[in-house]
């Protein structure tokens, strides 16, 4: 019999590849029962490995968030990668060199960015709108001129092409319930939808048309996503705490832990101290106990400060019998994004036991 990998320094990260790859699975089926492609995006774990199980072994068709993320993506074999920010002009060299080694596509939402573009020695760029759905984060108004006008000038040119329009359903965090995030659904769809039949009314060739938030995509459009080709969530290869408030997916889906250690027990104060603070798992979630602890369910996270954690009880008094210091505790964090950030690595469980595997993710902007 193997002899289990002991639990390594605390507080760490932990994904449960079994339940990952479900994920996964699920998606993909989701996409292909909705007519559509999935480019997942890979800013939650920036791990070559995790985006193998997005895509389910194809190396191509991503989203990133940064141009690291390109570029260490880039360097694992992945080609056809989609920085779904808009570009800056700071970033067009390396933007180009991308462009010279792989199928890379940038993201533009305003004139000077394009103006950029144009500006800059190229072969030629390729280019998505990024289309605002109500979310009123980035993108471009899809029912004004001025994103028309965009359009317009990305295929006038002979140094851009306009590969497609993008959309981010933000505002669907904002739902609790599956009903709710329906709304958002339809919402997303159809703003991205209306906005490539307008393009193509205006004799402007539109090829892809994506759509993508982890709650929209956990629940599309019971109607269907007619009119898009293309999903493009990224959360739910782990989901999270506040994917479960949302109403994405169940505790059972969250495939990710923040592993922490007892260091003090405090009776008199009803309460535990844990290592782990808020550069364990962010400060994100604080009003919902900065995630769910799921070894304990009768404990909750009451504050994090830098390196250090205080658990109270969820109702009643403590049983500090029943806890040991340096007991492990598992806390599905409230925002799996913003806690696998914080980690050098990514330490692997399979069939209920950590393997001994690390994924190691790329850092940096």
């Not at 958002?184 to 490539?196: H, I, N, T």
């Not at 080709?229 to 994405?248: A, F, K, V």
Request: net charge negative.
């Amino acid at each position: 019999m193997a002899t289990p990998t002991p639990i390594p320094r605390t507080p760490c990260y932990v994904m449960d590849v079994d339940i990952a790859k479900r994920n996964a699975q699920r998606m993909l089926k989701r996409a292909e029962d909705a007519g559509c492609e999935l480019r997942p995006h890979v800013k939650t774990h920036k791990t070559v490995e995790g985006a193998l199980l997005q895509t389910g072994g194809r190396k191509s068709k991503i989203v990133v968030s940064t141009l690291k993320e390109a570029q260490h993506f880039a360097a694992g074999g992945f080609d056809d990668i989609l920085y779904a920010v808009p570009i800056t002009p700071d970033k067009l060299d390396e933007a180009a060199e991308l462009c010279c080694r792989i199928t890379f596509h940038v993201m533009v939402d305003n004139t000077q960015q394009l103006e950029a573009l144009l500006d800059h020695p190229h072969c030629k760029w390729s280019v998505f709108i990024m289309v605002d759905c109500g979310y009123h984060r980035d993108g471009v108004d899809p029912s004004s001129q001025s994103a028309l006008d965009l359009a317009k000038k990305i295929t006038q040119s002979d140094a851009t092409t306009l590969k497609g329009v993008y959309t981010h359903g933000g505002g669907s965090y904002d739902a609790r319930g599956k009903e709710e995030i329906l709304k958002y659904s339809v919402q997303e769809r159809d703003a991205v939808v209306e906005f490539s039949q307008r393009l193509q009314k205006a004799g402007i060739a539109v090829g892809t048309v994506g759509v993508g938030s982890t709650p929209t995509c956990s629940h599309v459009p019971e109607d269907g996503l007619e009119g898009v080709n293309e999903m493009h969530p990224g959360n739910y290869l782990t989901y999270d705490s506040m994917q479960c408030d949302i109403g994405s997916c169940t505790v059972e889906d969250v495939a990710v832990r923040v592993l922490t250690r007892i260091v003090g027990i405090y009776p008199e104060r009803n309460m535990l101290i844990v290592d782990m603070g808020w550069t364990g798992c962010s400060v994100q979630g604080a009003a919902t106990g900065y995630g769910r602890i799921t070894s304990h369910p009768e404990l909750k996270v009451k504050v994090l400060k830098q390196e250090a954690g205080e658990v109270v009880p969820k109702s009643g008094t403590l049983d500090h019998e029943k806890y040991r210091i340096g007991m492990v505790l598992e806390l599905a964090p409230h925002h799996s994004c913003a806690a696998a950030a914080l980690h050098s690595s990514v330490l692997i469980k399979q069939n209920g036991e950590l393997t001994g595997e690390k994924w190691v993710p790329c850092r940096g902007w």
